[in-house]
Every structure is written in C-alpha cells, then in structure tokens.
C-alpha cells in the first residue's frame, strides 16, 4: 500500500456508500492549520518569559514587574489559543502550559520568581539613600570649612 494511510480508506469507504465525495471536507479541515498558528503563538511568547526569569535572577527588574510580564504573557495566551477559531489545538495549548500541564509554564517562568528572594529588593540603598547618606558628611564638611 502508498503512503495512504487510514483517512483516506476511511473517506473513499464513506464517499461510496454515501454517493458523496468528503474529500472536500477532509482538504478543507483546520486543525493544521491552527495546530501551526498555535505553535508560533507559543514559540513567540516562550522567550519572551525565559528573558523575563533571567531578567528577575539578575535583579534588573523587580519580583513585580516580573510577575506583571507574566502574568500579561498568560493572558495573551489564553486570548490567542482561546480564540474560537482555534479549537482543539488551542485548547490544548492553554492546557499543556497550564500550571500542572505537560509543559507547565507556570512552574517554570512563575513560580521562580513567587519564590525566590528579590534581588531588586535587595539592591535598596540604607536609610536615607545614597544622596541621605551623604548629606550628614556633606553638612560636616560644609560647616568645617566655614569655620
């Protein structure tokens, strides 16, 4: 047997007991199409988290901000693959990046940033700030001299 496979038994065994063709139903099907749209969704907004985490672990941006990237980046995903015109594969992929899902996005990209220390916190200047900090030697400074 060529390379048809099961579909098309399957098509030509319902086109000749039926006296119609279903191959236009079978060309005109969606799910690679969505299947397709649906990866590229993924595969643009995924790096988009991995520079997020990096970002937080560097201390560049803050817990919150952080969080706020992702949690902007989940909603375009739900709205993207939600979309009716989706269907099966887009619901799919909400599911498989679902906090539990096979490829869990949240346990990944979230739950690093929720649990570990902040390092942007961590970069607070002491009391007073750099400028507070200086300002008492500065007054001491200015008053010597006037003297």
């Given at each position: 047997m060529?390379?048809?496979?099961f579909p098309w038994v399957a098509a030509?065994?319902?086109a000749a007991?039926?006296?119609?063709?279903?191959l236009p139903l079978w060309f005109n099907r969606r799910a690679p199409g969505q299947k397709v749209d649906t990866t590229l969704i993924v595969n643009e907004t995924e790096p988009i988290l991995i520079r997020n985490l990096a970002e937080f672990q560097a201390g560049r941006i803050s817990r919150q901000a952080a969080l706020d990237v992702f949690d902007?980046?989940?909603?375009?995903?739900?709205?993207?693959?939600?979309?009716?015109?989706?269907g099966n594969p887009g619901?799919?992929?909400i599911r498989d990046r679902q906090a539990?899902?096979?490829w869990d996005w949240f346990a990944a990209y979230r739950t690093p940033i929720e649990t570990a220390p902040d390092p942007a916190a961590e970069m607070i200047l002491p009391a007073g700030g750099a400028a507070g900090g200086l300002l008492i030697p500065a007054a001491l400074i200015a008053a010597a001299l006037m003297l």
């Open positions: 060529s390379g048809l496979g030509a065994a319902i007991s039926t006296g119609s063709s279903v902007q980046a989940w909603a375009y995903i739900r709205a993207a693959c939600g979309d009716a015109a989706m619901r799919a992929c539990g899902g096979r």
